[in-house]
């Protein structure tokens, strides 16, 4: 890790070999190879909202929304380069799209059943579906070709 300050910025240019990069350090392999590498710019620019960490010139996280920017925003993605992780660039990039979609009635996201992971996002205010009590309120997902047992 180098010592430059991390900044953050909002926008849908980001060259390629950058969020290649970064999804590869994250281990994200499904959005850099085979047919998914050329989409992934187009993912990002298809987004409602992305808000970039960048160390110098070096893109060290990332966050990206989908949302109608009424009822629903779904945060997509939230990577941190490993070696930047820790330092709370997480907080800081989930915090901008948080403010970002206040006004929205309902923030969800999906996220891998990880200790770490289910901590951070429930630091930051969400919930497990599974948990509710007051609220009853189901998630379900489809993947196309996958089996999902």
Sequence with gaps: MD???????????????????????VGCLAYTTGEARPKLQDAIRNSTYV????????LVGLARCLSDDVAICYLHDILIHPEYQR??????????????????????????????QIMF???????NTKDLKDITLNAFV???GRDLE
């Design 142 to 144: 489809k993947m196309p």
């Design 87 to 116: 330092l709370g660039i997480g907080r800081r990039l989930l915090a901008n799209c948080l403010e970002r979609f206040a006004h929205v009635r309902m923030l969800v996201l999906m996220t891998n059943d990880e200790e770490r």
């Design 121 to 127: 996002y429930e630091s930051m205010g969400y919930r």
């Design 51 to 58: 808000v970039t960490a960048w160390s110098g010139d070096t």
């Design 3 to 25: 010592t430059n300050p991390i900044s953050l910025k909002s926008g849908y240019e980001i060259p390629l070999d950058q969020l290649i990069n970064l999804y590869n350090a």
